[in-house]
């Protein structure tokens, strides 16, 4: 195929902003992604990760996935566990979901600022996490910012992702990131 005919195939793809929450469970998603013919482009945005320590190994991790993949990624890079605190403080139950609003909203306007078709995010791959949550709030992020969210059901890839990331040596973490999940973690509680 000429190059004018290449440059063609890519401008009509679709694109996609994947929010990724870690390396580990961007594995899966990223490989359907772009086996399915998506433009892909990755956001890293946790502000919700406990300790800093956490936060700079799973971010480190990405770096190195970047690396290996030649993945396109936007850093918005901000340790944010005190605007975290204050947004759960006396909410602590519905923590999860303050988390998925603040991801999946900084994901779509940036998607729409990036000029993408849409947008999604590793958190739909975690067994771990409330999919039907992710996938309303999601929903109310698509309508506010008219741009698609995409949903995929990628915990069926759950052990594939899980040995990709032991092949491509990736720091696994342990729990889901924030500090009352560190906590419920080691100390065998949830609130």
């Not at 009509?12 to 433009?39: F, S, V, W």
């Not at 594939?160 to 080691?186: D, V």
């Amino acid at each position: 195929m000429c190059k004018c005919g290449q440059q063609l195939v890519k401008s009509m793809q679709k694109t996609i902003l994947l929010h990724i929450c870690c390396a580990n469970c961007a594995l899966y998603p990223i490989e359907r992604l772009l086996d399915k013919g998506y433009a892909l482009k990755g956001l890293w945005f946790n502000p919700n990760i406990h300790p800093v320590t956490e936060y700079n190994l799973r971010l480190n991790a990405l770096k190195q996935l970047q690396s290996q993949w030649s993945l396109e990624i936007i850093y918005h890079d901000k340790y944010g566990l005190i605007d975290f605190i204050r947004g759960v403080c006396g909410n602590e139950g519905n923590r999860c979901q303050y988390c998925y609003t603040t991801r999946l909203e900084e994901t779509a306007k940036t998607a729409k600022l990036e000029g993408m078709d849409m947008f999604s995010s590793t958190l739909l791959y975690s067994r771990y996490q409330k999919h039907d949550s992710i996938i309303e709030i999601g929903r109310k992020m698509e309508e506010k910012y008219s741009i698609e969210f995409y949903i995929e059901d990628w915990r069926i890839g759950w052990h594939k992702g899980i040995e990709m990331s032991k092949t491509l040596n990736l720091y696994r973490q342990k729990y889901c990131g924030c500090i009352y999940s560190e906590m419920e973690r080691y100390l065998g509680m949830q609130i």
